[in-house]
């Protein structure tokens, strides 16, 4: 017995010879990538610009530039009222990825293999690469944030 508690207390010592944790690996960086840029955008009325579309006002954040190109994010701004006749358009996009985040109002869209989707203030949705979709219709202070890799792409009307 006296073995025993020999033992028991010889495991809870703290050993004389500590390991060390093993060092994480750095992470892998993208080769080929240039630095980012830290960049800051504050909200202004006049940094709404027309753009793609005549019924959309964007408000570009500079990612773009602070990334070299690898990313693009904007806030559109719909321009009441909506006229289906102008922004029901079936198109794609020829992007690598794209989100998109309602900050206000409701937009509907149709997408490709999805149907008819209301998306109101806190929604979210990626489209995946080149799908074919649809503006349907949007409230009249309808706002998103969108996010597009690589920032300068190629949009496609099918109509």
């Known amino acids: 017995m006296a073995e025993a508690k020999k033992k028991a207390k010889a495991r809870a010592r703290p050993s004389a010879t500590r390991k060390r944790a093993p060092r994480r690996k750095a992470r892998p960086?993208?080769?080929?990538r240039t630095?980012?840029?830290?960049?800051?955008?504050?909200?202004?009325?006049?940094?709404?610009?027309?753009?793609?579309?005549a019924y959309a006002q964007y408000r570009d954040l500079g990612i773009?530039?602070?990334t070299r190109g690898m990313?693009?994010?904007?806030?559109?701004?719909?321009?009441?009222?909506?006229?289906p006749r102008e922004v029901s358009k079936r198109h794609y996009h020829a992007v690598d990825f794209q989100m998109v985040y309602v900050l206000k109002g409701w937009i509907k869209t149709e997408i490709d293999g999805q149907g008819e989707i209301l998306m109101r203030a806190g929604s979210a949705w990626v489209q995946p690469?080149?799908?074919?979709?649809?503006?349907?219709?949007?409230?009249g202070d309808c706002e998103v944030l969108e996010i597009i890799l690589p920032a300068?792409?190629?949009?496609v009307e099918l109509e």
């Open 29 to 32: 960086t993208s080769a080929g």
């Open 35 to 53: 630095k980012q840029r830290f960049v800051v955008s504050h909200h202004r009325e006049e940094d709404f610009e027309t753009g793609l579309r």
């Open 129 to 139: 690469p080149r799908v074919e979709h649809v503006v349907l219709d949007y409230s």
């Open 71 to 83: 990313v693009r994010a904007h806030v559109i701004r719909f321009v009441p009222p909506c006229d």
């Open 152 to 155: 300068d792409f190629e949009t």
């Open 64 to 66: 773009a530039k602070a």
